[in-house]
Antibody
């Protein structure tokens, strides 16, 4: 059974940093692109970043470029999102997602809530 | 940047009725479009990929159609568990970035 389990969310002050993690199981993690998608409270879905199987390619939505860094550790079946210079508008549930066929998200974690507030 | 527009924003229907949801892209995405269902407090679930292919385990009452810029998700007969928010999604060819539509909420009339 494919499972994605996020962790690391919490309350952080504006300008602060946080790293969220996602542990994968039930599939060959190193064979898939992976992504982070977020959802602000009461709002829609927003893709944040994705990373190639070997970590050599990474892409970001414009609003997080230069502040967020996606990474992975295939030996640990883990995906990470390092978030720096956090803003109130980054408050959201962050989901990790497995990318299938390079185009879509076929499995999602349950999400971890990041709240940026003083 | 490709922008996805969904209509209507809210669709109020009764169980057993047919639901027709629209997604329009600002430029052609060929058939590379997906639909997701999201219920409150849950992660999204992939329903349809490549515009018309049902994902694993998705009931036959869900169908997708369209290509280019205009796409439709149809739920042939609404079940109580189908009342949710539905998002369309596409990926640009290069760089590989993803965008979602704003969503259509299907609620009980």
């Amino acid at each position: 059974e494919v499972q994605l389990v996020e962790s690391g969310g919490g309350l952080v002050q504006p300008g602060g940093s946080l790293r969220v993690s996602c542990v994968a199981s039930g599939f060959t993690f190193s064979s898939y692109w992976m992504s982070w998608v977020r959802q602000a409270p009461g709002k829609g879905l927003e893709w944040v970043a994705n990373i190639k199987q070997d970590g050599t390619e990474k892409y970001y939505v414009d609003s997080v470029k230069g502040r967020f860094t996606i990474s992975r550790d295939n030996a640990k079946n883990s995906l990470y999102l390092q978030m720096n210079s956090l803003r109130a508008e980054d408050t959201a549930v962050f989901y990790c997602g497995r990318v299938v066929g390079a185009n879509y998200f076929d499995y999602w974690g349950q999400g971890t809530l990041v709240t940026v507030s003083s | 940047e490709i922008v996805l527009t969904q209509s209507p924003a809210t669709l109020s229907l009764s169980p057993g009725e047919r639901a027709t949801l629209s997604c329009r892209a600002s430029q052609s995405v060929s058939s590379y479009l997906a639909w997701y269902q999201q219920k409150p407090g849950q992660a999204p679930r992939l329903l349809i990929y490549d515009a018309s292919n049902r994902a694993t385990g998705i009931p036959a009452r869900f169908s997708g159609s369209g290509s280019g810029t205009d796409f439709t998700l149809t739920i042939s007969s609404l079940e109580p568990e189908d009342f949710a928010v539905y998002y369309c999604q596409q990926r640009t060819n290069w760089p590989p970035i993803f965008t979602f539509g704003p969503g259509t909420k299907v609620d009980i009339k």
